[in-house]
């Protein structure tokens, strides 16, 4: 029961976020940018519950990317799935009440989230513009990613706290 509790939230959120990130940030832009709320769901639940729901959650929310406005099946896929597994090895380093580690991960995950996307969808394909790039989307999507990742980041510890927590009490 306690499983199905946690494979709901799970899919839940990754739902949530999308119709977020699709429907609402889409008339929220600020400097042509929006936030990337899949990915501050990606780095966050792959951060507090380790590599396996990083995985998870991330081919999750690559592959709704890949379905609803990807070119090739897969590309979001795998880019999600690789953040979602880096950002679980640091499950190791995580605690609750520490905010630096989660917000000093998101920024450099959406950092580096979108040099993958400027080398694979514009470098290789010889449009080699990258400080105008850098200036007009990586820095201002990274800021804005950050500005909107600690109140989601809280809102998804709180819950995950409170799932652990009926976990440990139904187990006694």
């Known amino acids: 029961m306690m499983r199905l509790k946690r494979t709901l939230f799970y899919i839940l959120s990754v739902i949530f976020c999308f119709l977020l990130q699709t429907s609402v940030f889409q008339f929220l832009k600020l400097a042509d940018v929006m936030p990337n ?5 990606t780095v966050t639940l792959g951060l507090i519950r380790g590599k396996k729901a990083g995985i998870g959650i991330g081919f999750s929310c690559g592959l709704l990317i890949d379905i609803f406005f990807g ?12 953040i979602g597994y880096i950002n679980g090895c640091f499950n190791s380093f ?11 991960l ?11 996307i400027f ?5 290789l394909r010889g449009r080699f513009a990258f ?9 201002p999507e990274a800021d804005y990613t950050g500005l909107i990742a600690l109140p989601l980041y809280k809102l998804l510890l709180f819950i995950d706290v409170r799932i652990s927590d009926s976990e440990k009490r139904s187990m006694f």
């Open 119 to 123: 080398f694979f969808f514009f470098a």
């Open 131 to 139: 400080f105008s790039y850098l200036k007009d989307i990586m820095i």
């Open 71 to 82: 070119d090739v099946l897969g590309q979001y896929a795998l880019l999600y799935l690789l």
């Open 106 to 116: 998101l920024v450099i995950n959406t950092l580096a989230y979108s040099f993958a």
């Open 94 to 104: 995580f605690y609750e009440d520490d905010v630096l580690l989660p917000f000093g």
């Open 37 to 41: 709320v899949l990915l501050i769901l």
